[in-house]
Nanobody, 123 residues
Framework: VQLQASGGGSVQAGESLRLSCAASGRTLSTYAMGWFRQVPGKEREFVAASSWYGGSTDYVDSVKGRFTIARDNAQNTVYLQMNSLEPEDTAVYYC?????????????????WGQGTLVTVSS
């Protein structure tokens, strides 16, 4: 499966962005999906995940209540709605797909990765 992430940009603190991860080649409903982010010089950080068919979701504590992962199976796309953005959310965001039912936060259990989209939040 090929993943194409988009939707990043530069915003002010408190504003919102919606990231999209469009898939081709296979239907996303049969994959668990995750969003990760990375700041240069730091390790990749888990952000959010949705298990197979969207049965369960998980979020890192720092984004709970602000970010929402959602699937649109008809569009074969996964979204990350990001509200109340903070400067600490600045990073390159990656979407990933896993053949494991519930890979959770373990990035090494994700098999396919998108190219990344940059989110910059200024104070």
């Amino acid at each position: 499966v090929q993943l194409q992430a988009s939707g990043g940009g530069s915003v002010q603190a408190g504003e919102s962005l919606r990231l999209s991860c469009a898939a081709s080649g296979r239907t996303l409903s049969t994959y668990a999906m995750g969003w990760f982010r990375q700041v240069p010089g730091k390790e990749r950080e888990f952000v959010a995940a949705s298990s197979w068919y969207g049965g369960s979701t998980d979020y890192v504590d720092s984004v709970k209540g602000r970010f929402t992962i959602a699937r649109d199976n008809a569009q074969n796309t996964v979204y990350l709605q990001m509200n109340s953005l903070e400067p600490e959310d600045t990073a390159v965001y990656y979407c990933a797909a896993s053949r494991v039912a519930v890979p959770g936060r373990r990035w090494n259990l994700y098999d396919y990765w998108g190219q990344g989209t940059l989110v910059t939040v200024s104070s």
